[in-house]
Every structure is written in structure tokens, then in C-alpha cells.
């Protein structure tokens, strides 16, 4: 079983739909948790941190219930812009960073 | 620039060569990492260096994988007798302080090696 797993999509979805992307990861020792996102072809670039109290970035919203071991981002009104592949993010032993698949998005006008 | 720069960009290799693939961090950064990313996949660690000293390398997936950062700045990851599973792109990344959670990582743009 992978550390942190991703449902891989693609996720296809409309402008401005709500679009919502789950994670788990196995190791309940994780300190921090974030969301990565990909562009094609592109390295990965950090969107936004998750904490335990939930987090709010513009039209991005991250949730961590470390009880269940579960992490989500929920994107609003989405943009043509946002299409990518999110990469739910660990830290394990040490801090080093453990990623899961990713999920594709696909925004279509 | 100011960012993580990786070489070559492309790089293809026949079955059995050796490759060496190079990162520059960004000036001044304690941090650096490896990662391995196939097609379809998020990017899987390879090995930890803090400044020269290689801390972690359990992510190397055999002896044929070597990384070395000599003088703590610039550092290099070697394959050698190269095989088709090793095909996927290489990304450096680095990081200002020491390795612990919730540094901000900076990734460079990968090396992408195609094994033919």
C-alpha cells in the first residue's frame, strides 16, 4: 500500500463547478501536509499548506482530519487555468516529503 | 536565474550507458533532494543531502543509482549501465534550511531521460 494515496482521476468538469479531491495517507507520525500542483510537462509547485484547523486560499479550500488520516481540497468556481494534476503532499521520517500520484484535472469551457 | 537548475533538459540514453545528470540549487540552500518521477506517477524520493553530507538514500532503487554533492552546492545523480525502467524524470529540489517539516521546498524543472 502506497503512504499516500489519490484517486487518479482525470476529473473533467465544467467552468466554474466545484471540484473537490480526497487524499489518505498511512503514516498517522506526519507532521505536515500540503497540496502540490503540476502543470504539464512542468515541476511540481507548492499551491497551499494544509493545517489541522482547515485553510482557506481564494477559491481553494484544504481540510486535514488526522483522526481519519484524510486530507481534501475543494476548489470553487473553477477556471480554465486550474486544470493540472494536484498532488496530495506528507512529510515522513524527517521531513522529507512523500507524494501521491496526483489527481488530472480537466476544466472544459 | 534564481531557481533550481537542472541539466541536461533531455537527455536519451541506450540500454546500458551511464548517465550523470546535474543540479544547481538555489545559492545558499542547506537542503537537497532527488525525486524520480514516472509517467502517470508523483514524484517518488531518491536521496537527502545536507550540504555535502548524504543523509538519506533509501530511496535509491539499486546500487546502479549514485548521488554525490562534494563541496555542498552542486550535485550530481549517476546511473549507471542504464535500464528501460529507469526512463522517467529526474527532479532536484532545495531547500534553504535544514530537512524538517514544513520547509518550503523549490523544485527545478527535471531531467527528462528516456532509456531506448
Same mark, same amino acid.
Request: no cysteine.
Given at each position: 500500500r502506497k503512504e499516500v494515496e489519490q484517486d487518479p482521476g482525470p476529473f473533467n468538469v465544467p467552468e466554474g463547478a466545484t471540484v473537490a479531491f480526497n487524499c489518505t495517507y498511512s503514516? *498517522?507520525? *506526519?507532521q505536515s501536509f500540503f497540496w502540490y500542483r503540476q502543470d504539464c510537462r512542468k515541476e511540481p509547485k507548492l499551491l497551499m499548506s494544509v493545517y489541522s484547523s482547515g485553510n482557506e486560499d481564494g477559491r481553494f479550500t484544504a481540510q486535514l482530519n488526522r483522526a481519519s488520516q484524510y486530507i481534501s481540497l475543494l476548489i470553487r468556481?473553477?477556471?480554465? *487555468?486550474?486544470s493540472a494534476t494536484y498532488l496530495c503532499v506528507v512529510t515522513s521520517d524527517g521531513g522529507k516529503l512523500i507524494f501521491g500520484q496526483g489527481t488530472e484535472l480537466s476544466v472544459k469551457p | 536565474g534564481a531557481g533550481v537548475s537542472q541539466s541536461p533538459r533531455y537527455k536519451v540514453a541506450k540500454r546500458g550507458q551511464d548517465v550523470a545528470l546535474r543540479c544547481d540549487p538555489?545559492? @545558499?540552500?542547506?537542503s537537497l533532494f532527488w525525486y524520480q518521477q514516472a509517467l502517470g506517477q508523483g514524484p517518488e524520493f531518491l536521496t537527502y543531502f545536507q550540504n555535502e553530507a548524504q543523509?538519506?538514500?533509501? @530511496?535509491?532503487?539499486?546500487?546502479?543509482f549514485f548521488a554525490e554533492r562534494p563541496e555542498g552546492s552542486v550535485s550530481t545523480l549517476k546511473i549507471q549501465?542504464?535500464?528501460?525502467?529507469?526512463?522517467a524524470v529526474y527532479l532536484c529540489a532545495s531547500s534553504?534550511?535544514?530537512?524538517?517539516?514544513g520547509n518550503t521546498i523549490y523544485f527545478g524543472e527535471g531531467s527528462w531521460l528516456t532509456v531506448v
Open positions: 503514516n *498517522s507520525a *506526519s468556481d473553477s477556471k480554465l *487555468s486550474d | 538555489i545559492s @545558499g540552500h542547506v543523509l538519506d538514500k533509501s @530511496g535509491l532503487p539499486s546500487d546502479r549501465r542504464t535500464q528501460q525502467e529507469d526512463s534553504e534550511k535544514r530537512q524538517r517539516s
